[in-house]
């Protein structure tokens, strides 16, 4: 199963972008999905998670800038990102499928896409 992202890049801060992760099969349709995130220097940390219900939880940092959204039929989970901050710089990942119930636990997943990069200059 393969997890294909898109849509990272360079942007100013206060600027938007929007990441779409793509599933190369429906094996995710029941399962949560979510982006994490790593800076450097930094641990990976958690962005935003979307239940298959469609229950949604968030990092602290972007709550009320961030969205992240799922089209089942698709196979795709999105996340909107809005008033980006430099802070936000860092590659973007995208998981699915968790194990157990931590869904916000990145070790809870073993489905990783390949990373984008997101780069928010001052």
């Known amino acids: 199963v393969l997890l294909v992202e898109a849509g990272g890049g360079l942007v100013q801060a206060g600027g938007s972008l929007r990441l779409s992760c793509a599933a190369s099969?429906?094996?995710?349709?029941?399962?949560?999905m979510g982006w994490f995130r790593h800076a450097s220097g930094k641990e990976r940390e958690v962005v935003a998670v979307i239940t298959w219900k469609g229950d949604q939880y968030y990092g602290d940092s972007v709550k009320g800038r961030f969205t992240i959204s799922r089209d089942n039929v698709k196979n795709t989970v999105y996340l909107q990102m809005n008033n980006l901050k430099p802070e936000d710089t860092a590659v973007y990942y995208c998981a699915a499928g968790p194990r157990g119930f931590q869904i916000r636990n990145p070790n809870e997943y073993d489905y990783w896409g390949q990373g984008t990069q997101v780069t928010v200059s001052s």
């Open positions: 099969s429906r094996t995710f349709s029941n399962a949560a």
